[in-house]
Every structure is written in structure tokens, then in C-alpha cells.
């Protein structure tokens, strides 16, 4: 049997030179500066980062992206899925930052969706050592379901892009089961998975290529980030919260941690993933030099075959 032809492209994100959503504090550099880097660094695509941080304006924001050849691929929108009075609020802004990629780019990047993580105290502090009493209550992932199946809806109504859900340390879909719950209560034809390997490794998952394998149908995009197995031990060990992981380098530059990334660019490439790879090394606000970190996580990954 002949194997799927695989064409993926690589970007990177703005929040691999600090500009997180988290409204930390710290000077982000600008966006002029973020996408030349990018660009200079051998990057296809970038992701949007915060409303905001790039121009919310289509025709200008398209200007800035083809003055680069870059691509615009994704942007990610946190809310609090647990909070049906944040639910509202939260559409409201997933379907703006849709329409802006939808006019600026038209039906290629993908709306990002994730829990508002780092936002409840208990997540945030147990990010990385989550057991299944932590965890919600099965019968809260049908409600919690719905309510990102309704957002992906009506982005996808509004604008025409896919919704994908990034699972991610420090919120409530951060471990292995709540992966799969979260995907076993939300409709496969309106949301995908953002397959993220650092943040899957740092909330205890093991194997990633199971994983792919079993959802190869809901993965429609993936964060290429790794994960420092030594300051994962610390972090569990000293009962570090999820920020004091993030300022201790937790997310290390690719290679340097312990995700198999030949095993996964393998698993993707048999299934014939034909999607972006966004590479992301969450660092804070002056945190190390962003521009050379991008550098060597672009050339890892052409040492691992992608041109």
C-alpha cells in the first residue's frame, strides 16, 4: 500500500520571543522585530499572538506578512470553558481574531482554542504533576464539551475556519485523560486537535506517537516544543508552579529535551499529516536570546529532515 504524501511547513510563534498570553509582566519586543526574526531564521509561518501584538487590521496585517513571505497559520484564544459566564465574552473575541485571519489570510490558519490557562490557582499550581483526582468530574466534560463545540461552530459559521483545542499545562486539559476526554465530548467534525509534544510531555504523557496514532483524524495542527526532563523532575520535586517552570527553561530549545521528535515527524509524515508544524519555546519577557534559540530549533529540525 502506497503511504500518504506528507508536505508539512514549519513556522514559529511569538510567544518564542516572550509574548505569551498571559499578561505577564517584562517588555515584549515588537512585532516588526519578532517577524523579521522569524523570517530571518528560516521560518515559513508564524502564529497571530495576543489581539494586538501584530495589526488588528486585515489589508496591514497582510502587508507585513507578504513584506516577509510569511504565512499566517493560526492564532490561539484561552477561555474559561469551566465558566459558562466565560463563554460569551470568549466567543465574542474567538470569532473577531478569526475574521481578522479569515480577511487577512483567507480559510487556512486555524482558530486556536485552550482552556484560559494559568488562570485558576490549583491548575497553576500543579501544572506538570496533575493526577486524575484533579481533574474534572466526568460528568462536567459533557457541559465543558458543548461549550467549546459551540464556539467552534460559530467561528467556523462566521468566518469558515476550523477550530482546533490546544491542550496545555497549568488549565483543565492538561494530562493524558483529560485529552481524551475532552476529545471524547467534542463533536470530530468542528474540532480538531492542536498536538502540542512539550506541553503533552510536561503534563505526564509518554507516548506521543500512541497518541497520533489513535487521533490521527482530529490532529489538524501541531506545537513542536520540548520539554527538560532534569526541571521537570525539579519542578515536581520542589512543587514549582507553572510560571516557575516557564522562568526556570522547562521548555527547552528542540533536542535538548526528552521528546522523540524523529518518532513523531515519522508517525505524521506515514499518516500523510499535511499541516503545519508551529515550533514554540515559551520564554518570558527577557528571558536568553530569542532570535539565536529560533535559530538552532530551526536547524535541528532540518537536521531531522524538514527543509
Same mark, same amino acid.
Given at each position: 500500500? %502506497? ?17 505569551l498570553e498571559f499578561g505577564l509582566p517584562g517588555e515584549t519586543l515588537g512585532y516588526t522585530q519578532v517577524l523579521?526574526?522569524?523570517?530571518? %531564521? ?78 485558576? +490557582? ?15 468530574? +466526568? ?66 504523557? %509518554?507516548? +506521543? ?77 527577557g528571558m536568553g536570546s530569542p532570535k539565536e534559540c529560533a535559530r538552532r530549533n530551526r536547524e535541528f529540525l ?6
Open positions: 500500500m %502506497t503511504k500518504p504524501i506528507s508536505r508539512i511547513r514549519i513556522a514559529n510563534a511569538p510567544c518564542s520571543w516572550g509574548a523579521n526574526e522569524i523570517r530571518e %531564521t528560516g521560518y515559513a509561518g508564524t502564529e497571530l499572538g495576543d489581539w494586538g501584538f501584530m495589526p488588528a487590521e486585515p489589508a496591514a496585517l497582510r502587508r507585513e506578512l507578504a513584506a516577509r513571505q510569511l504565512a499566517l497559520v493560526g492564532a490561539f484564544v484561552p477561555i474559561a470553558f469551566t465558566q459558562q459566564e466565560a463563554c460569551a465574552e470568549g466567543a465574542t473575541r474567538a470569532v473577531q481574531t478569526a475574521r481578522l485571519m479569515a480577511e487577512t489570510a483567507g480559510g487556512t490558519p486555524f482558530l486556536v482554542l485552550a482552556d484560559d490557562n494559568g488562570k485558576d +490557582p490549583s491548575r497553576t499550581r500543579l501544572a506538570g504533576r496533575v493526577t486524575p483526582e484533579h481533574s474534572l468530574p +466526568p460528568e462536567e466534560w459533557t457541559a465543558y464539551g458543548e461549550r467549546v463545540n459551540r464556539i467552534a461552530q460559530a467561528v467556523r459559521q462566521e468566518t469558515g475556519l476550523r477550530s482546533v483545542f490546544h491542550h496545555h499545562c497549568a488549565g483543565y486539559v492538561e494530562a493524558p485523560w483529560e485529552i481524551e476526554a475532552l476529545l471524547g465530548s467534542t463533536d470530530p467534525q468542528l474540532v480538531g486537535l492542536c498536538f502540542d509534544t512539550g506541553h503533552y510531555r510536561f503534563g505526564g504523557g %509518554t507516548a +506521543p506517537v500512541e497518541l497520533l496514532r489513535r487521533y490521527r483524524e482530529r490532529v489538524w495542527h501541531v506545537h513542536f516544543k520540548d520539554c527538560s526532563p532534569a526541571l521537570h523532575e525539579q519542578s515536581c520535586r520542589n512543587g514549582w508552579d507553572y510560571f516557575e517552570s516557564i522562568r526556570r527553561g522547562i521548555f527547552c530549545e528542540l533536542g535538548r529535551g526528552d521528546v522523540p521528535f524523529a518518532a513523531v515527524l515519522e508517525e505524521l509524515r506515514d499518516s500523510g499529516y499535511n499541516g503545519w508544524i508551529v515550533v514554540e519555546q515559551d520564554v518570558l519577557p532540518t537536521r531531522c529532515g524538514c527543509e
